[in-house]
């Protein structure tokens, strides 16, 4: 009767091992095929975004002479 524990204990640990080995490859491969964020960050894209914006809203209300739009 003891054998027989330890075997299916055995059996038990191999499939759960093979288990955990399938989920970390997937993980792995999940992890690898997503593309990286890319974002602007920082002050100058957002000072560059920020003047354009300005630009655009002085153009609407014809602050400049020579503004063809």
Do not use: C, D
């Amino acid at each position: 009767m003891e054998e027989n524990r330890k075997k299916t204990a055995a059996i038990a640990a191999v499939l759960y091992y093979l288990a955990a080995e399938e989920e970390a490859a997937w993980h792995e491969e999940a992890a690898a095929a997503a593309p990286p964020r890319q974002t602007p960050e920082g002050f100058w894209s957002y000072s560059g975004r920020q003047s354009q914006m300005m630009l655009r809203g002085m153009a609407e209300m014809r602050l400049f002479r020579t503004w063809r739009s």
